[in-house]
């Protein structure tokens, strides 16, 4: 106990960067007294004005903030008003947005909810890939980290998979991450594993390590080196599987796999898994709770943490996220209460 406490009070003041699809998140809500004589839709009447609150990747980052740590974004909006609005909230929660690039051709990603009593009536997204300005603001974000690596004391990739994150400015960070000494760790997308050979950390649900293991195969000559035959994992032991052939396959320092109700599990390299049981006592809504290993994982490892320690911590963090209704910055009071 004594051990984590010493651990979580290094977490003020430690520089992270937070590399990432920066999306903005929308929330209207509600009542449904009737159906509609158009469709058979529910009518939701809507009460008072939509919130924002910075999601995505500025999730991440303001996740990082609520810790003490200090944060600097990297990412793109569209010029447009939800631009604005979401750099407005992000500068509100004190992260530093001038690794943030306007992209012209495309619009900021915005995701809006649409909540009538405590439940989601519907999620509309608006995204728009441009490829077209992905070469530009890839030299954007080269001269950005170049000039500042050094004021890090690690890097986080958050890959949303909504084209910010591509194979050669993952490369560059490795790179670069390598080259400097730092933390790097990654909450992955799916079509992009093979991007992130040789970093510290992966931190994929099972959902995404199943996934992963079925895109290797079909995409990666190289898969026959993975050594699986199944991309179910059904029980723990194909976890412990699973997870063992995709850190050596990768080359991976670690890796941590969330498995929600069951916890999570830990790999090492040249260690054995160690299954890390979850700590939360009920589960009602697990929206933000990647975000929050991700984040807490990090910040624990820059503070002096081992792997096995930064994933307990990380835990502890998740289950209060967990046990609350919508995405939840779990500040250093409450992670010490509950690890108490």
Known sequence: MVRYQNLISKFKNKKILVIGDVILDQHICGTVLRISPEAPVPVVLQKGDPSFAPGGAANVANNLRSLGARVSMVGRIGRDVEGKILLEEVRKR???????????????????????????????DREENGQEENARLFK????????????????????????????????????????????????????????????????????????????????????????????????????????????????????????????????????????????????????????????????????????FQAADIANHAAGIVVSRMGPVAVTQKELLTVIK
Not at 209 to 222: F, G, S, V, Y
């Open 94 to 124: 004190g992260v530093a947005t001038n690794g943030i690039f306007v992209d012209s051709k495309s619009p900021t990603i915005v995701k809006t909810r649409i909540v009538a009593q405590h439940q989601q009536v519907l999620r509309l």
């Open 140 to 307: 954007k974000i080269k001269g950005f980290l170049s000039k500042n690596i050094n004021s890090f004391d690690a890097i986080i990739i958050s890959d949303y998979g909504k084209g910010l994150i591509t194979k050669d400015l993952v490369e560059f960070i490795c790179t670069s991450a390598l080259d400097n000494n730092k933390v790097l760790t990654v909450d992955p997308k799916v079509e992009h594993f093979a991007y992130y050979r040789g970093v510290t950390a992966i931190t994929p649900n099972k959902n995404e390590a199943e996934n992963a293991i079925r895109n290797i195969k079909i995409t990666q000559t190289d898969s026959r080196k993975l050594g699986l035959t199944s991309d179910r994992l059904k029980t723990y032991k194909d976890v412990e599987k699973a997870g063992r052939q995709l850190l050596k396959f990768m080359g991976l320092e670690s890796l941590l796999i969330t498995l929600g109700e069951e916890g999570m599990c830990l790999f090492e390299k040249g260690k054995k898994a160690v299954h890390i049981h979850t700590k939360a006592r009920d589960i009602f809504d697990v929206t933000g709770a990647g975000d929050t290993v991700i984040s807490v994982f990090t910040l624990a490892l820059t503070a002096g943490a081992t792997k």
